[in-house]
């Protein structure tokens, strides 16, 4: 079950925050940071951060996505990340090398922010 009209929950703010200028800009820095190879694709950026949006519109309505994160505690870069896992997952035409580095990817944003991929209380 999703949460209640009126509930605030991180999803549901990140969900808000993901139609905001900040949200692209977050999304041109991750891209850029940790050297995604479609980084300079604004093409790409602007389907991700679609992707990424609804993936917590999804858990807004309670899908369950994350084994170690409930749906009313998806944020948005954990959002980003399982919008791009979701896509290698189901693309079999990217290139060997494009996968090779994309995965790259989605390893350093799980490796250096662990703590969003958890549930917050375990932050305490």
């Known amino acids: 079950m999703g949460d209640r009209d009126g ?5 549901r703010r990140s969900l808000e925050l993901a139609g905001t200028f900040e949200a692209e800009v977050l999304v041109w820095l991750m891209l850029g940071k940790w050297d995604h190879p479609l980084a300079a694709d604004e093409e790409f950026r602007d389907n991700l951060l679609e ?4 993936v917590l519109a999804g858990s807004v309505d309670g899908q ?3 084994d170690t ?3 009313a ?3 948005l870069i954990a959002a980003l990340w399982y919008a791009e896992a979701t896509t290698l997952a189901g693309d079999s035409s ?3 090398e494009e996968r090779r580095e ?3 990817w989605l390893e350093a944003v799980r490796r250096t922010i662990p703590s969003c991929f958890c549930e917050p209380d375990e932050l305490l």
């Open 51 to 54: 992707a990424a949006s609804s």
């Open 7 to 11: 509930d605030e929950t991180i999803a």
């Open 69 to 71: 994160v409930s749906p």
């Open 64 to 66: 369950r996505l994350f």
């Open 73 to 75: 505690n998806v944020n």
């Open 102 to 104: 994309r995965y790259a």
């Open 94 to 96: 990217i290139a060997a």
